[in-house]
């Protein structure tokens, strides 16, 4: 009895040990660093299940089987918790999801004889993977190809659980098929090239995520459009008007490759911009100085950003409600 207690208190502090490092703040904001907390954290915990379940059938004993169980549970709830932080939930809730589900797995495998742990540890890993694919397929984070490849892995473990669990129930967990090396190892191995999977796809996320943010934070540009407009329409006509905002977003595109399209005009990064505009549509698309001179500098970034056509059909541009 006193050794059961001392292994359950172990589990539970191994689960709540980790839970507290992974969350610094169980009620905060969802964050991409706290999403990599948490990534990190079901990295150490898949590779330390591995080590103690390798420890074990080392001859370690029942309790580096016992905390190998509570930490192979806990990796991917704690992957379940951090992909619901993408979802922009706080991660108070499914944290403590995940502490339940470890607690009851090292509940079961310190007091129940084995191994009726076997199968509920195989159970609550192919529920844990499966709350992670659904949590992936939910996350509104960009870009989704990494999220979508972590919810192909998550579901693919999930019934690689099941499937491993019925074997040993119904060929029995002491039989020849379940105790030969060929069982253990390619389940170790599967473990970790899932883990890795995951955790590259993570990384690659937060590297992308990285990328947007910091092209969302470039430097306020100015727009330069085609300053009254049915002045213009009136002189030229609708059609080369329009034909004049595409090139002017063209001769944009040559001097800033960020430039951004916006409603009859373009947002650029340039010193001078309309003198500086003005000079490379002169130059590169034939415009007569009457044409140029109906360019202007509006307020600066802040409006609505519109990709820049690359096509030489023209765009449909609406003339201003009177």
């Known amino acids: 009895m006193a050794l059961s207690v001392t292994l359950l208190a172990i589990s539970i502090a191994v689960v709540a040990s980790v839970l507290l490092v992974a969350i610094p703040h169980l009620g905060g904001p969802s964050t991409m660093r706290l999403f990599l907390r948490f990534t990190l954290a079901f990295l150490v915990c898949a590779v330390s299940a591995c080590v103690l379940y390798v420890i074990s059938r080392a001859g370690g004993g029942m309790v580096f089987q016992i905390v190998g169980d509570t930490a192979m549970v806990l990796a991917p709830s ?82 690689y659980s099941i499937v491993r669990m019925l074997i040993g129930v119904g060929a029995g967990w002491d039989s020849a098929t379940v105790l030969a090396g060929f069982f253990f190892v390619p389940a170790m191995i599967t473990g970790v090239v899932a883990a890795a999977v995951v955790t590259a796809c993570a990384g690659w996320l937060i590297v992308a ?102 096509s030489s059909r023209p765009p449909r541009v609406r003339p201003p409600r009177t």
């Open 209 to 310: 995520r990285a990328r947007l943010d910091a092209a969302r934070r470039r430097s306020a540009g100015t727009l330069v459009v085609v300053g009254d407009w049915r002045l213009a329409t009136a002189a030229y006509g609708q059609e080369r008007v329009r034909m004049l905002v595409v090139q002017l977003q063209a001769a944009a595109r040559d001097l800033d490759p960020n430039a951004v399209g916006v409603p009859r005009g373009v947002e650029v990064v340039l010193p001078s911009p309309v003198a500086t505009l003005g000079a490379r549509v002169r130059d590169a698309y034939g415009w007569n100085p009457d044409e140029v001179a109906l360019l202007s500098d509006a307020v600066p970034t802040g409006t609505v950003r519109l990709p820049i056509l690359r």
């Open 78 to 159: 704690l992957l379940f918790v951090g992909l619901c932080v993408l979802t922009e939930r706080r991660a108070l809730e499914p944290g403590v999801l995940a502490f339940a589900l470890t607690v009851t797995v090292a509940v079961v495998s310190t007091t129940v004889p084995q191994p009726t742990p076997l199968a509920v540890k195989g159970v609550a890993v192919a529920v844990a993977c499966t709350a992670c694919a659904w949590a992936a397929l939910r996350a509104p984070a960009e870009p989704t190809r990494p999220l979508l490849v972590i919810a192909i892995v998550s579901a693919g473990y999930a019934v």
